[in-house]
């Protein structure tokens, strides 16, 4: 479904024919591409492909949605508990996480990428400070002090700092949090050029939490020095992705200056990750341009984009997995649904 060829793309006007027609997030989708063992990552369209399995990855993710979700029903409760006992039974005995998991619920015998194990650090520290029932909230800070995290990517560090984040919120001098955002922050460093400040050669996935880990450092750490550096890089990033007066994120294949825009496909988690950046930088600074930021990425779900197509399915809460130069990838897996679902939470919270 196309919005009309008429509709106006200039960020103050959506705003006024849009924003009041966001729709809520909801959790049909994600249910069923729940069973017992886990979230299945990838559908065929809304059907669950069970031959790709489970990853830690969208089951961290779905747990950090679950444990946001304002009074969450009795049945996302029951989910919680299921992504959660995943991530669990994902950490190896010395501390690691494993990212792959059958459709028999074999594990894979390799440790998972770096971003996986940050952003299980992530999940975890969510579920110690947001876990809807007080178990819940023992077992996420038990799984991230079980955890010694490294890595040289700034990315996988930004996943980690925003779990440290969260536990440092419950308990401020936990020690162990307190070096992985000190241990983060080093590798997360700007350049000394104002024309291209991101600390990589190029944009590549999730951009937003770069500049969101930097405001979480400096907030919790009381360093204005960070906060400072993370509103000047997530507005670097905003005039970036946003060149035509709406969204155009960077797509799968990243982008660097001098290639092409819009590119294509455009991935949700980017949204995603800018929405959660901005709503923290409204938090933190109270500049109404932030709050602004976050209903725009939410319209970007429902038509403010480069094809001007609904991603978002607001009678299941699925969405497609790509923006694409024809349309969109009406296949709609877990990483997508978790993202849009991300986002409208944040919406919700703003009416």
């Given at each position: 479904?196309?919005?009309?060829?008429?509709?106006?793309?200039?960020?103050?006007?959506?705003?006024?024919?849009?924003?009041?027609?966001?729709?809520?997030?909801?959790?049909?989708?994600?249910?069923?591409?729940?069973?017992?063992?886990?979230?299945?990552?990838?559908?065929?369209?809304?059907?669950?492909?069970?031959?790709?399995?489970?990853?830690?990855?969208?089951?961290?993710?779905?747990?950090?949605?679950?444990?946001?979700?304002?009074?969450?029903?009795?049945?996302?409760?029951?989910?919680?508990?299921?992504?959660?006992?995943?991530?669990?039974?994902?950490?190896?005995?010395?501390?690691?996480?494993?990212?792959?998991?059958?459709?028999?619920?074999?594990?894979?015998?390799?440790?998972?990428?770096?971003?996986?194990?940050?952003?299980?650090?992530?999940?975890?520290?969510?579920?110690?400070?947001?876990?809807?029932?007080?178990?819940?909230?023992?077992?996420?800070?038990?799984?991230?002090?079980?955890?010694?995290?490294?890595?040289?990517?700034?990315?996988?560090?930004?996943?980690?700092?925003?779990?440290?984040?969260?536990?440092?919120?419950?308990?401020?001098?936990?020690?162990?949090?307190?070096?992985?955002?000190?241990?983060?922050?080093?590798?997360?460093?700007?350049?000394?050029?104002?024309?291209?400040?991101?600390?990589?050669?190029?944009?590549?996935?999730?951009n937003a939490r770069i500049p969101e880990a930097l405001l979480v450092a400096g907030s919790i750490l009381s360093n204005e020095a960070l906060v400072a550096a993370g509103i000047t890089l997530l507005e670097w990033l905003v005039s970036?992705?946003?060149?035509?007066?709406?969204?155009?994120?960077?797509?799968?294949?990243?982008?660097?200056?001098?290639?092409?825009?819009?590119?294509?496909?455009?991935?949700?988690?980017?949204?995603?990750?800018?929405?959660?950046?901005?709503?923290?930088?409204?938090?933190?600074?109270?500049?109404?341009?932030?709050?602004?930021?976050?209903?725009?990425?939410?319209?970007?779900?429902?038509?403010?984009?480069?094809?001007?197509?609904?991603?978002?399915?607001?009678?299941?809460?699925?969405?497609?997995?790509?923006?694409?130069?024809?349309?969109?990838?009406?296949?709609?897996?877990?990483?997508?649904?978790?993202?849009?679902?991300?986002?409208?939470?944040?919406?919700?919270?703003?009416?």
């Amino acid at each position: 479904m196309d919005l009309p060829r008429s509709a106006d793309t200039s960020l103050g006007r959506l705003d006024m024919s849009l924003r009041r027609d966001l729709p809520e997030p909801r959790f049909l989708h994600l249910s069923r591409m729940t069973d017992h063992r886990g979230l299945w990552e990838h559908s065929r369209y809304t059907t669950p492909r069970f031959e790709h399995g489970y990853c830690t990855d969208d089951n961290a993710r779905a747990l950090i949605v679950i444990a946001r979700q304002p009074d969450p029903s009795p049945q996302l409760i029951a989910m919680a508990r299921i992504y959660l006992n995943f991530i669990r039974d994902a950490q190896r005995p010395d501390g690691h996480f494993i990212n792959r998991r059958s459709s028999s619920g074999a594990w894979s015998t390799h440790v998972g990428s770096d971003d996986s194990q940050g952003r299980a650090l992530w999940a975890a520290g969510t579920a110690a400070r947001r876990g809807p029932e007080p178990w819940m909230r023992s077992a996420g800070l038990q799984i991230f002090e079980k955890c010694n995290f490294r890595s040289p990517s700034p990315r996988a560090h930004a996943f980690a700092m925003l779990g440290a984040g969260e536990v440092l919120e419950v308990l401020p001098e936990h020690g162990h949090a307190q070096g992985l955002l000190e241990q983060g922050v080093s590798r997360l460093i700007m350049r000394n050029d104002p024309h291209w400040p991101w600390p990589e050669e190029r944009l590549a996935y999730d951009n937003a939490r770069i500049p969101e880990a930097l405001l979480v450092a400096g907030s919790i750490l009381s360093n204005e020095a960070l906060v400072a550096a993370g509103i000047t890089l997530l507005e670097w990033l905003v005039s970036a992705e946003a060149p035509r007066g709406h969204f155009s994120f960077t797509p799968a294949g990243g982008w660097t200056r001098g290639e092409p825009r819009p590119g294509f496909d455009q991935q949700p988690v980017e949204a995603a990750a800018m929405a959660d950046a901005c709503m923290r930088a409204w938090h933190l600074t109270g500049d109404q341009r932030w709050r602004d930021y976050v209903g725009r990425v939410a319209e970007w779900f429902i038509g403010a984009n480069d094809r001007r197509a609904l991603l978002y399915d607001p009678l299941t809460g699925g969405c497609g997995d790509g923006l694409m130069p024809d349309g969109i990838n009406q296949n709609q897996g877990a990483e997508s649904t978790l993202a849009a679902l991300a986002v409208l939470q944040h919406a919700a919270t703003l009416r």
